[in-house]
């Protein structure tokens, strides 16, 4: 149950269609055992953001999901990520921060 804010200072007219269903498909493929059909990606777009000193256009991502954060597999699952985003949007690898959230499964559930 992947669950992944992504903030935006982009304005929406600037996200590709179908980016959410994308991002999703990607987030199936790097994540091991996460079901498409359990995974959620919501875009706020038009945020104000200031990052490194910079309102140049960016992207704060909150990824939250039960038992695969750890510092181990981490490492891993930056690159492929930052791939996706970047060919995605068009932005530099720089300008995007991702943060793992891993949550205890008692702590979320999808609706049946």
């Known amino acids: 149950m992947p669950l992944c804010y992504c903030y935006t200072s982009l304005p929406n007219t600037a996200i590709p269609e179908g980016f959410e269903e994308k991002f999703a498909q990607c987030i199936h493929e790097v994540l091991p055992n996460k079901p498409i059909e359990r995974i959620s990606v919501i875009v706020v777009p038009g ?16 990824m ?22 970047t060919d995605a949007l068009n932005l530099p690898e720089k300008r995007f921060t991702i943060e793992f959230v891993d949550i205890q499964g008692t702590n979320a559930k999808n609706g049946q």
């Open 47 to 62: 945020a104000r953001i200031c990052k490194a000193g910079s309102t140049d256009p960016a992207m704060l991502i909150q």
């Open 64 to 85: 939250r999901a039960i038992g695969v954060f750890n510092a181990d597999d981490n490492p891993k699952y930056f690159p492929k990520f930052f791939k996706f985003l």
